[in-house]
């Protein structure tokens, strides 16, 4: 155990985000959740048993924090546990106190007392569920529990080391997302990936590859959007040498390239008919012939394509062939947008951040409050695109070892920038998810990020106080 790693469990994005830049500024190595789910599994991995102090939200989407303090506690782990509630559930706190919590602290949070809290949970470590929550016994042997593997994409990276190209992330829609991906990856079916532009599409396609049979065989990607017209034969199938004028040498196209692999067409939608036309052949028979070849060469690939267009409206308007369409769409996978991926988001940026860090030779620690909730009031039409460039251009501007709004706003478009409605206690917590509400006519998506919370935790809060439309 380390008594310099914390574990949030919080799903208030922007207040769990300006709670680990603040602990970090005082030295603590802070990893955040917003599920009970992800705690478990968290605490249960080989990271589990490094974290030194648990500070977690009563009210969560999944469950409450009594049941991850019961859950530590039946496991034998006597981990610091400090309950954080509003002021209007101090019975609820009374009960964490029973259960063996180290502390509790009343929101909104005052963050020297917060601090002091931590460091008394420290200095006395944890307590047992068996003993009154003033004595401070003696650490047991940590126990652990066995639960499926985090993704290594979503691993963080430490010290030199190159940090992950990208991450799967927890929120529902990225639960939907990759189970979907789980279910057709081994299959031979043709996959279409539908989504705005931004929103990690490739990093999808290449991960039904790596879970294929077919993960030993090449990948090859083709942007169909930038293939010009008059190219497109060759680039797919191949020319011979002589062909034309400037083939001075064979070319495989892609289909080859593919060979035993997974062919990739992003941008499908952009296709000339007249090419839709070549490729339906290709993708009927797996054969190709080279543009100038009298020899058809045989291929064996798994074809994924994506777009960002409405490819069902383009059958429709006679612009995209409609067999092509349903050859090419056995399995679709709708990609969420980076709006609609709830806690999500700061895991991206938090990603972004350290990439930037290595590729730039930075050494930025994080962002500081304003800057906070700057990432969770902006709509981000951009995806993560644009997360990644604001991010970058960010490390690359700031002057001191966080960043701010400042370092933000020049790369931020006014048309994504929200009016943020933190949420803080429960005092004002109905009125300011009407207020969320009305201001956004009722969409729900939008509205919780206005609040700055994913949507699941806003529905919770909509039962919560029975708030009717």
């Given at each position: 155990?380390?008594?310099?790693?914390?574990?949030?469990?919080?799903?208030?994005?922007?207040?769990?985000?300006?709670?680990?830049?603040?602990?970090?500024?005082?030295?603590?190595?802070?990893?955040?959740?917003?599920?009970?789910?992800?705690?478990?599994?968290?605490?249960?991995?080989?990271?589990?048993?490094?974290?030194?102090?648990?500070?977690?939200?009563?009210?969560?989407?999944?469950?409450?924090?009594?049941?991850?303090?019961?859950?530590?506690?039946?496991?034998?782990?006597?981990?610091?546990?400090?309950?954080?509630?509003?002021?209007?559930?101090?019975?609820?706190?009374?009960?964490?106190?029973?259960?063996?919590?180290?502390?509790?602290?009343?929101?909104?949070?005052?963050?020297?007392?917060?601090?002091?809290?931590?460091?008394?949970?420290?200095?006395g470590g944890g307590c047992d569920v068996a003993v009154a929550a003033h004595e401070r016994p003696v650490m047991p042997k940590q126990g652990k529990t066995v639960v499926p593997a985090e993704d290594t994409d979503s691993s963080a990276s430490s010290g030199?080391?190159?940090?992950?190209?990208?991450?799967?992330?927890?929120?529902?829609?990225?639960?939907?997302?990759?189970?979907?991906?789980?279910?057709?990856?081994?299959?031979?079916?043709?996959?279409?990936?539908?989504?705005?532009?931004?929103?990690?599409?490739?990093?999808?396609?290449?991960?039904?590859?790596?879970?294929?049979?077919?993960?030993?065989?090449?990948?090859?990607?083709?942007?169909?959007?930038?293939?010009?017209?008059?190219?497109?034969?060759?680039?797919?199938?191949?020319?011979?040498?002589?062909?034309?004028?400037?083939?001075?040498?064979?070319?495989?196209?892609?289909?080859?390239?593919?060979?035993?692999?997974?062919?990739?067409?992003?941008?499908?939608?952009?296709?000339?008919?007249?090419?839709?036309?070549?490729?339906?052949?290709?993708?009927?028979?797996?054969?190709?012939?080279?543009?100038?070849?009298?020899?058809?060469?045989?291929?064996?690939?798994?074809?994924?394509?994506?777009?960002?267009?409405?490819?069902?409206?383009?059958?429709?308007?006679?612009?995209?062939?409609?067999?092509?369409?349903?050859?090419?769409?056995?399995?679709?996978?709708?990609?969420?947008?980076?709006?609609?991926?709830?806690?999500?988001?700061?895991?991206?940026?938090?990603?972004?951040?350290?990439?930037?860090?290595?590729?730039?030779?930075?050494?930025?620690?994080?962002?500081?409050?304003?800057?906070?909730?700057?990432?969770?009031?902006?709509?981000?039409?951009?995806?993560?695109?644009?997360?990644?460039?604001?991010?970058?251009?960010?490390?690359?501007?700031?002057?001191?070892?966080?960043?701010?709004?400042?370092?933000?706003?020049?790369?931020?478009?006014?048309?994504?920038?929200?009016?943020?409605?933190?949420?803080?206690?429960?005092?004002?917590?109905?009125?300011?998810?009407?207020?969320?509400?009305?201001?956004?006519?009722?969409?729900?998506?939008?509205?919780?990020?206005?609040?700055?919370?994913?949507?699941?935790?806003?529905?919770?809060?909509?039962?919560?106080?029975?708030?009717?439309?």
């Open positions: 155990m380390n008594d310099n790693h914390i574990l949030i469990v919080e799903d208030d994005l922007t207040f769990a985000m300006m709670l680990r830049t603040w602990l970090a500024k005082k030295g603590f190595h802070v990893d955040t959740v917003s599920r009970v789910s992800d705690a478990v599994k968290l605490l249960s991995g080989d990271d589990g048993g490094t974290v030194g102090l648990v500070l977690s939200d009563m009210r969560l989407p999944d469950r409450d924090g009594i049941f991850l303090l019961q859950w530590l506690r039946k496991c034998n782990r006597a981990v610091p546990f400090i309950m954080m509630t509003s002021y209007a559930e101090v019975q609820n706190a009374v009960l964490a106190m029973k259960s063996g919590a180290s502390d509790y602290i009343a929101k909104p949070v005052q963050p020297d007392v917060l601090l002091q809290k931590i460091n008394d949970a420290l200095a030199s080391a190159a940090p992950p190209r990208y991450l799967r992330g927890t929120s529902e829609a990225a639960r939907q997302l990759y189970g979907y991906v789980d279910l057709v990856a081994p299959t031979p079916m043709s996959v279409l990936i539908l989504g705005a532009s931004g929103t990690g599409k490739e990093y999808v396609a290449r991960s039904i590859h790596v879970q294929s049979r077919r993960a030993g065989r090449p990948f090859v990607a083709m942007d169909c959007g930038a293939i010009p017209r008059d190219v497109a034969a060759s680039e797919f199938f191949g020319h011979v040498k002589g062909a034309f004028t400037g083939a001075v040498a064979d070319k495989r196209g892609a289909f080859v390239e593919a060979d035993g692999g997974t062919l990739f067409l992003d941008e499908v939608g952009n296709l000339s008919y007249d090419v839709q036309v070549q490729l339906l052949r290709a993708i009927q028979e797996h054969r190709v012939r080279p543009v100038g070849s009298a020899r058809e060469v045989e291929v064996d690939f798994r074809l994924v394509c994506a777009t960002n267009e409405n490819l069902a409206e383009a059958v429709a308007r006679g612009t995209f062939r409609e067999d092509l369409y349903h050859r090419i769409n056995e399995f679709s996978i709708v990609m969420p947008e980076l709006k609609d991926r709830g806690a999500d988001l700061f895991l991206f940026a938090d990603l972004f951040l350290r990439q930037a860090n290595h590729e730039l030779d930075r050494d930025i620690v994080g962002f500081d409050a304003k800057a906070s909730e700057m990432i969770a009031s902006y709509s981000w039409p951009g995806n993560l695109r644009e997360l990644k460039n604001v991010v970058k251009r960010a490390v690359l501007l700031a002057r001191s070892g966080y960043i701010t709004a400042a370092d933000l706003a020049p790369s931020l478009s006014p048309a994504g920038i929200l009016h943020i409605l933190p949420l803080r206690d429960d005092g004002d917590e109905k009125s300011r998810i009407v207020a969320a509400l009305r201001s956004t006519g009722g969409n729900k998506s939008r509205a919780a990020q206005l609040l700055g919370i994913d949507r699941k935790t806003l529905y919770n809060k909509i039962e919560k106080y029975g708030i009717t439309q």
